[in-house]
């Protein structure tokens, strides 16, 4: 049982920055690797990261390669999403998924999930 609670969403400007938190509760958080996922009207939940769960592993999509980092903290229960150098392609629900360590870049790999928060980076 893990429950997973995503925050700092808000609007931003094109090239600016977002941290984005995701506290978790649960025996299993350190255990899991976590992933960010973004989800935009009409089309289908996108990979964003993946943390291993040591956090010494990490993947990006090419799409946020080089401007997104993420990190986690086991000690306190929170995975963490920077984002830097915003487009406005990056205007999206985005999501913290937690699963088995074997949890990739699609969705149906991960077993829990956040609320979602919303990021909206303005042209």
């Known amino acids: 049982q893990v429950q997973l609670v995503e925050s700092g969403g808000g609007l931003v400007q094109v090239g600016g920055s977002l941290r984005l938190s995701c506290a978790a509760s649960?025996?299993?958080?350190?255990?899991?690797?976590m992933g960010w996922f973004r989800q935009v009207p009409g089309k289908e939940r996108a990979f964003v990261a993946r943390?291993?769960?040591?956090?010494?592993?990490?993947y990006y999509a090419d799409s946020v390669k080089g401007r997104f980092t993420i990190s986690r903290d086991n000690a306190e229960n929170t995975v963490f999403l920077q984002m830097n150098a915003m487009k406005p392609e990056d205007t999206a629900v985005y999501y913290c998924a937690a699963g088995p360590a074997s949890s990739w870049r699609t969705p149906t790999e991960y077993n829990y999930w956040g609320q979602g928060t919303q990021v909206t980076v303005s042209s």
């Open positions: 943390i291993s769960r040591n956090g010494a592993n990490t």
């Open positions: 649960g025996r299993t958080f350190s255990s899991s690797a």
